[in-house]
């Protein structure tokens, strides 16, 4: 009896590798559905009015780049045929235009030269200074701070600064990422509006 129960075995384990083997060798006939993430993407992009302000992270409640956003009606649709002329960066200047001029880091306690062709973020950080940042694009204010002599755009000259509202300006605050400097001045870091 246990020589048939084998046979048996041996045959029906056959027969099922068989049937397996059919199966593979025909295809399963899946196919996998096609990856739509950029056609998605693109279509929710069309659906959403072009701004001037940047992302993430905007300011548009009281800040610099609100009125963008609540104006691109219109507006938006004249001015999206026009390219803004971009100001040149005072990081291209070349070497035989560079000034230097005394900056005192108040709560640091340091008064340092910094050139006019560098961020006050990159030279106060190049002179070992722990100094508050996160974008080092002007777009958050992270590295804010306030220059004690008076308006601000009277000691830096801010390059693709949106962010900081001219009255912001006007009481002192730069955002040191952006900021060149263009006379001596006395900055306190840390200092947002």
């Known amino acids: 009896m246990a020589v048939i129960s084998l046979v048996g075995v041996g045959a029906g384990l056959v027969l099922v590798l068989l049937v397996v083997a059919l199966h593979y060798s025909k295809g399963t006939g899946w196919e996998p559905t096609a990856d739509i993430t950029q056609e998605v993407l693109e279509r929710r992009a069309a659906t959403v009015a072009e701004t001037d302000f940047p992302e993430p992270m905007n300011r548009s409640i009281g800040g610099g780049g609100g009125v963008a956003a609540v104006g691109a009606g219109e507006e938006g649709a004249e001015l999206e045929g026009e390219e803004a002329e971009e100001e040149p960066s005072p990081a291209d200047m070349p070497e035989d235009e560079v000034e230097y001029f005394e900056v005192e880091f108040v709560k640091q306690g340091e008064t340092i030269e910094l050139a006019s062709n560098e961020t006050v973020l990159d030279q106060g950080e190049d002179a070992g200074m722990d100094l508050p940042y996160a974008c080092r694009q002007g777009s958050c204010v992270s590295c804010a701070a306030k220059i004690t002599n008076g308006p601000a755009e009277e000691y ?37 509006p």
Request: charged share 25%; aromatic share 8%.
């Open 156 to 192: 830096i000259t801010h390059h693709t600064q949106e962010t900081l509202s001219d009255e912001e300006m006007d009481n002192g605050y730069t955002l040191t990422c952006v900021a060149y400097p263009k006379a001596d001045f006395a900055i306190e870091t840390g200092e947002a």
